[in-house]
């Protein structure tokens, strides 16, 4: 049986505002809604590890969500973050940090993490996929054009690899795309199969 098949008696519930995990998830088939927008303040401790950052904060939106969960619900919740080194590179506050973003990222590799959280009224379960991305070295001009037609503000690391800088940029990609894109979707029906083992029925 197809997991969104096995799927058509629980409510899944996606809380982010992010198009492209819209647009992701609905690609696998999966029939979910998605959650009213809500509050979370997305810190974390100075001392976390950078590599742990991503599924701790997925792990805070999901306790962020100010509705009960019934039998049945399965509430995903994510955070992708952009690791140069031990630098976590979140998303821009002006363009000039977005500039600022691309120029140290330029000619080099990085890691994309992207935290998931899967809780429902009875467990709870976190998993972060990574990849590695390497950018050829980017001009100047090209990151103005970049900033000037697209929207980096709203990308952890300024960028997004299914936009233009990611066509005429990017050299090579260990792991998943998707996940760089901000939802390891392969990894997500292979970790919600496995839930959904251990949730009771409740049309039973």
């Given at each position: 049986m197809l997991l969104h098949d096995k799927l058509k008696h629980n409510t899944v519930?996606?809380?982010?505002?992010?198009?492209?995990?819209?647009?992701?998830?609905?690609?696998?088939?999966?029939?979910?809604?998605i959650a009213s927008k809500f509050d979370c303040e997305e810190q974390y401790p100075a001392t976390l590890p950078a590599e742990d950052v991503a599924p701790y904060l997925s792990r805070l939106k999901s306790h962020a969500y100010p509705f009960a969960l019934e039998c049945g619900d399965i509430l995903i919740t994510a955070d992708t973050t952009v690791l140069l080194g031990n630098a976590v590179l979140g998303k821009p506050a002006s363009e000039a940090e977005a500039r600022t973003m691309l120029r140290s990222l330029s000619g080099?590799?990085?890691?994309?993490?992207?935290?998931?959280?899967?809780?429902?009224?009875?467990?709870?379960r976190t998993f972060a996929?990574?990849?590695?991305?390497?950018?050829?070295?980017?001009?100047?001009?090209?990151?103005?054009?970049?900033?000037?037609?697209y929207a980096p503000m709203d990308k952890a690391g300024a960028y997004g690899i299914q936009e233009w800088i990611g066509y005429v940029g990017i050299e090579s990609l260990e792991g998943?795309?998707?996940?760089?894109?901000?939802?390891?979707?392969?990894?997500?029906?292979?970790?919600?199969?496995?839930?959904?083992?251990?949730?009771?029925?409740?049309?039973?």
């Open positions: 519930i996606l809380a982010s505002a992010s198009p492209r995990r819209r647009e992701l998830l609905a690609a696998t088939g999966i029939a979910f809604r080099r590799e990085h890691s994309v993490v992207t935290g998931v959280t899967l809780r429902s009224k009875e467990r709870e996929s990574t990849s590695k991305v390497r950018f050829a070295e980017l001009s100047d001009e090209q990151i103005e054009y970049y900033i000037a037609n998943s795309f998707f996940n760089v894109m901000g939802l390891p979707v392969q990894r997500l029906c292979r970790e919600l199969e496995c839930f959904i083992e251990a949730l009771p029925s409740c049309y039973e």
